[in-house]
């Protein structure tokens, strides 16, 4: 009998397979210096939270790997990522952050392991295991609803009159809030009546063709459903500096599944955007956001979380719009000769945009132009985080957070908000009344007094 | 003063501490004696590993034996002391073929569970093993922490009436003619001065005093031919591997990894020494250690170390095997009864030995005392739980009832065990002292209830200052709870200890994260806290109220 007739002596070629590596080795960097600590917005405001030095170094340190519950104060992280920039010492913790929660979402589900205490006849483990998981179902849907607004963008935009007029009737929000525990004080962002992409395609996409000059815009899920105008407006400008704007095949960032622990949704939407933005990028594009937390996520939360083909070229490719423009064309010599409307803005930094070293763009860039005068409001942080403040427990919290910045807006002498995030925009609109308008709107309105553009508004 | 017991233990080791619980079990009278804090030598200064007997099943199958049998019997008696972390012998290219067959074999020999692992099956176990690693033996040992180890049989001991004295250095032994009758005593007070004298007669006195047994012997002018070798280990900061990570080779050194608690240790090396209280501590055996273990789990290299510290082993041979290789020594114990062996009545030692096996030379030395003194009973050691492990309990169902946060009440009950509920259950606010090893007021409290102003004694209780900061956010929160129940003198002197010993350890680790570690510990406590003394200081005291209301004299 030969070798090959000999099943039973078949070895199928195993590929070493890549085991999970953990996080202890991150908390080698960590002094235990409580840097984190003290600029952790939600230990602020609430002294039940143990805060980032615990959630990350900490907790990971002292876990072993059998050890498989994470404790329940992560999912009061709203993943800010303030920690990041504040360590001294490059400790990762958002990265151990998001892998806790995404562990700790996982330890949720307890079918499974209601089912194996039931085989292995532990009947009062069993219970004790659905008991406990009933009690955390509603959070768990709330959570993956409020992850997945990618999904509920999707079909409120088919609609969106019903769905604006739904979304805000009394009766529907007091259910929300009674049934899910999304909170009714705030109001739900409208959704457009046409989305970016629609637009994008009625308009036949791009008006100019450059090999030299590309870039793939990620608009995220904001700026194609709820507000396109921001979306025309880097349309707008990066074609006033003859660039061939893509419109490339995107799905959810993932910021929101990353703070909702909802690792497996992310990655599935992230293996879309990976590839459709490594094709552009091969295409000699460098990649647009202009939504800071998107940016964040392309750059930093993929490489960290997922081992995806090209995530490394999508993530050394991918900058903040008015950060690409900074690098590539001489925006001050534009601006310094250019007006614009009299307006006093008051503008806050989102923490994402912190993270990437952007806070100050937006007043250094628009300080020099005649007319506009515009306001930082410091280094608080707005307390939305995404879809934190959204939820109806969290939500004193995110108002707490938040009251820094509302009184410093009010003391500023303008009333016109500003800023790169869509959620620290409905914080800031939430808090003070204000209207908010992103920075790409105003440069849009300083670089193109072309009429015919006006049609792209 | 003087005082009589039945039997005196010299050694506040694993060994002595067995003894001790031993024979109090059986009913004797014991006063153990320790001149620093239990474990404080040979016993807190090793790797922790639980042996499965793996490791001897080629070279001494006897002692392999006696390690299977002696890590299943702890598995259950001192369960809140043994992590089952399971262990690996594994080879790289290179290491014989034919000596892992017979590491296979002698387990087998020796009813040590084995399992064959290909390259690939060890690293779906460890994930950071080297790529190249071919073949692993899975055997059954274990993580076991010393310090909770032997403060669990000296508590056992106590139950039964056993008494212990620990800062009690012996500095005689009273001889009656040719006979041992008791020990003069130097007991230490709060802040390290010796007091006067303590006589304690004996009927009979055991030397448990592993590499010190030499310099008992001399001082009734017995001959003891200890051979202390030194052997380093390192500390790393978090777990590379969570199963025991052993070289499967003949001998040699830095060939084995236990995940110990929070950290990792590294070890060994292996040196003779003349004098177990002068042991050269090189930094270049720290640096070979962490470069060849790195051969088999490469992310050592550049990773954190927290100390390294250097245990000496009681190495023992009879004087005419003259072994000149200390790897070659045997590691069995011997008990040298004086009388037969030098004419000396009422006094026995014991020598050799590993801690794995620490409860059957405990058997056997009290057996042989037993005999000498005429009590008829039977040993129940291996019978009868630990304080700590005598009540089993479900994990989860403990962690939800003390309003913890979950690493914290796990790690908090897998230290307590049975007692978590007695220390852990208490009607006032239990925040963390020691955040890097979750270790709560509650622990630390409970600790200091039984060893007074020591806060070593309490870092081994419960690992407070054992994690990466070593001390530096916790020594003076530690030291804190001392207040107000003892003077400012006592909780300096106590808190000077800790630093000491803390420091001690990481002054083989300056470089990289914990040198960094280290300087922030020194602004924090030389500078901030002036600890340091600085001379701009004033001897006088500090007008705290100047602070209350603020400076009157101010603008």
Same mark, same amino acid.
């Given at each position: 009998m030969s070798d090959t007739d000999d099943t039973s002596? @078949?070895?199928? +070629?195993?590929? @070493?397979?890549?085991?999970?590596?953990?996080? /202890? !080795?991150?908390?080698?960097?960590?002094?235990k210096c409580s840097t984190c600590d003290s600029v952790c917005p939600v230990a602020a405001v609430d002294s039940s939270f143990p805060g980032p030095k615990f959630q990350g170094p900490e907790q990971w340190r002292l876990t072993r790997k059998e050890d498989t519950e994470i404790d329940d104060s992560i999912m009061g992280c709203s993943n800010c990522m303030r920690c990041d920039g504040a360590c001294p010492s490059s400790v990762p913790l958002s990265q151990m952050h998001n892998t806790a929660r995404g562990a700790y979402v996982e330890q949720q589900r307890f079918a499974s392991d209601a089912v194996a205490a039931l085989r292995s006849g532990a009947f009062r483990r069993a219970a004790s295991i659905v008991r406990d998981g009933v009690a955390d179902f509603r959070e768990r849907i709330r959570n993956r609803l409020l992850a997945n607004y990618y999904t509920a963008g999707r079909f409120a935009s088919k609609l969106p009159r019903v769905a604006n007029a739904a979304t805000n009737f009394g009766p529907t929000r007091w259910l929300l809030e009674r049934v899910l525990g999304i909170t009714s004080e705030r109001s739900f962002p409208s959704f457009a009546t046409q989305?970016?992409?629609? &637009?994008?395609?009625? %308009?036949g996409g791009s008006h100019v063709e450059n090999p030299d000059k590309r870039v793939a815009y990620f608009h995220g899920c904001y700026a194609n459903y709820n507000t396109p105008a921001v979306g025309k407006a880097m349309v707008r400008v990066f074609e006033s500096f003859e660039y061939e704007v893509l419109v490339p095949q995107q799905r959810c960032s993932g910021t929101p599944m990353f703070a909702n622990g909802r690792l497996d949704d992310a990655k599935r939407h992230a293996e879309t955007n990976v590839e459709s933005l490594a094709e552009a990028i091969a295409d000699g594009a460098a990649v647009?956001? !202009?939504?800071?937390?998107?940016?964040?996520?392309?750059?930093?939360e993929y490489p960290e979380l997922f081992d995806i083909d090209d995530i490394d070229a999508v993530s050394e490719h991918t900058y903040e719009s008015l950060e690409y423009l900074r690098h590539n064309e001489d925006l001050d010599a534009v601006l310094s000769e250019s007006s614009g409307d009299a307006e006093e803005y008051v503008y806050h930094a989102p923490c994402h945009a912190r993270n990437q070293g952007l806070e100050r763009q937006a007043v250094e860039l628009f300080s020099s132009v005649d007319g506009v005068t515009i306001e930082d409001v410091g280094d608080s942080c707005s307390g939305i985080s995404g879809t934190y403040g959204w939820k109806t427990e969290k939500y004193d919290n995110s108002m707490a957070i938040g009251d820094p910045m509302f009184t410093e807006m009010e003391a500023a002498a303008g009333e016109q908000g500003m800023t790169e995030c869509p959620?620290?925009?409905?914080?800031?609109?939430? =808090?003070? =009344?204000?209207? $908010?308008?992103?920075?790409?709107?105003?440069?849009?309105? #300083?670089?193109?007094?072309?009429?015919?553009?006006?049609s792209d508004r | 003063m003087d005082t009589k017991t039945e039997v005196l233990v010299i050694g506040g080791g694993s060994t002595g501490c067995g003894i001790a619980r031993d024979l109090a079990m059986r009913g004797v009278a014991v006063t153990l004696v320790e001149r620093g804090t239990l474990t404080d030598g040979t016993t807190g200064r090793m790797h922790g590993l639980l042996h499965s007997g793996g490791r001897y099943a080629v070279s001494d199958q006897e002692s392999a034996a006696e390690c299977i049998t002696e890590n299943r019997i702890l598995r259950e008696i001192a369960h809140h002391c043994v992590e089952p972390t399971g262990g690996l012998f594994v080879s790289k290219p290179g290491d014989s073929e034919e000596y892992f067959e017979r590491k296979l074999s002698g387990c087998a020999a020796c009813d040590i569970p084995t399992e064959r692992l290909s390259g690939e099956q060890a690293r779906a176990v460890e994930p950071y093993l080297a790529h190249d690693v071919e073949r692993a033996i899975r055997v059954p040992d274990a993580a076991i922490d010393p310090f909770r180890l032997c403060v669990a049989n000296a508590a056992a001991a106590r139950e039964h009436g056993a008494r212990i004295e620990t800062h009690a250095?012996?500095?005689?032994?009273?001889?009656?003619?040719?006979?041992?009758?008791?020990?003069?005593?130097?007991?230490?007070?709060?802040?390290?001065? !010796?007091?006067?004298?303590?006589? #304690?007669?004996?009927?009979?006195? +055991?030397?448990?005093?592993?590499?010190?047994?030499?310099? $008992?012997?001399?001082?009734?002018? +017995?001959?003891?031919?200890?051979?202390?070798?030194?052997?380093?280990?390192?500390v790393m900061n978090c777990r590379q591997v969570d199963t025991v990570i052993n070289r499967c080779r003949p001998k040699g050194d830095a060939d084995i990894i236990v995940p110990h608690e929070t950290a990792c240790i590294l070890? *060994?090396?292996?040196?003779?020494?003349?004098?177990?209280?002068?042991?050269?501590?090189?930094?270049?055996?720290?640096?070979?250690? #962490?470069?060849?273990?790195?051969?088999?789990?490469? $992310?050592?290299?550049?990773?954190?170390?927290? %100390?390294?510290?250097?245990?000496?082993?009681?190495?023992?041979?009879?004087?005419?095997?003259? *072994? !000149?290789?200390?790897?070659? $020594?045997?590691?069995?114990?011997?008990?040298?009864?004086?009388?037969?062996?030098? =004419?000396?009545?009422g006094l026995t030692s014991i020598v050799g030995g590993k801690l794995t096996t620490y409860r059957l030379m405990a058997e056997r030395i009290s057996d042989h005392i037993c005999e000498r003194l005429g009590v008829d009973a039977v040993c129940r050691t291996a019978d009868v739980a630990l304080p700590g492990s005598d009540n089993p309990m479900r994990l989860e169902d403990a962690m939800a009832s003390f309003d913890l946060r979950s690493p914290i009440a796990r790690r908090s009950i897998q230290r307590l065990g049975s007692r978590s509920s007695s220390v852990l259950s208490i009607d006032e606010p239990n925040p963390v002292i020691c955040s890097c090893e979750a270790v709560t007021r509650a622990e630390v409290e409970d600790a200091l209830s039984e060893v007074g102003t020591d806060l070593n004694a309490v870092r081994i209780r419960t690992r407070a200052s054992m994690g990466n900061c070593q001390g530096c956010f916790c020594a003076h929160r530690m030291a804190?709870?001392?207040?107000?129940?003892? *003077?400012?003198?006592? +909780?300096?002197?106590?808190?000077?200890?800790?630093?000491?010993?803390? &420091?001690?350890?990481? /002054?083989?680790?300056?470089?990289?994260?914990?040198?960094?570690?280290?300087?922030?510990? %020194? @602004?924090?406590?030389?500078? *901030?806290?002036?600890?340091?003394?600085?001379?701009?200081?004033?001897?006088?005291?500090?007008?705290?109220?100047?602070?209350?209301?603020?400076?009157? %004299?101010?603008?």
């Open positions: 002596s @078949f070895d199928p +070629v195993t590929v @070493f397979e890549p085991t999970e590596q953990d996080l /202890r !080795s991150g908390s080698d960097d960590c002094y989305t970016f992409r629609e &637009w994008w395609a009625d %308009r647009i956001a !202009s939504c800071t937390s998107c940016s964040m996520a392309l750059r930093e959620t620290c925009a409905m914080q800031m609109s939430h =808090g003070t =009344g204000y209207s $908010i308008t992103h920075p790409l709107e105003l440069l849009a309105d #300083i670089l193109t007094d072309d009429p015919s553009a006006s | 250095e012996v500095t005689d032994l009273l001889l009656d003619g040719d006979r041992v009758v008791g020990v003069e005593l130097a007991h230490e007070n709060d802040t390290g001065q !010796s007091v006067p004298t303590e006589r #304690i007669e004996a009927e009979h006195v +055991v030397n448990a005093t592993g590499a010190w047994a030499g310099q $008992i012997g001399a001082m009734a002018g +017995v001959d003891i031919a200890v051979r202390p070798s030194k052997g380093a280990m390192t070890g *060994t090396t292996d040196v003779e020494v003349d004098d177990p209280d002068d042991v050269p501590e090189s930094q270049w055996e720290v640096e070979s250690m #962490i470069e060849t273990l790195s051969e088999l789990v490469p $992310i050592l290299d550049g990773a954190r170390t927290l %100390r390294s510290f250097w245990g000496v082993r009681p190495l023992y041979e009879p004087p005419e095997t003259k *072994t !000149s290789d200390p790897t070659d $020594i045997t590691r069995q114990f011997f008990l040298l009864d004086h009388a037969d062996r030098d =004419g000396l009545a804190a709870l001392l207040h107000p129940d003892h *003077t400012v003198e006592t +909780v300096r002197s106590s808190l000077d200890a800790l630093y000491e010993e803390r &420091w001690r350890g990481q /002054r083989h680790a300056l470089w990289g994260e914990q040198l960094s570690q280290a300087m922030l510990t %020194r @602004f924090l406590h030389a500078t *901030t806290m002036n600890r340091a003394h600085s001379q701009t200081a004033s001897s006088e005291s500090i007008a705290f109220e100047r602070f209350d209301g603020g400076d009157d %004299r101010g603008d």
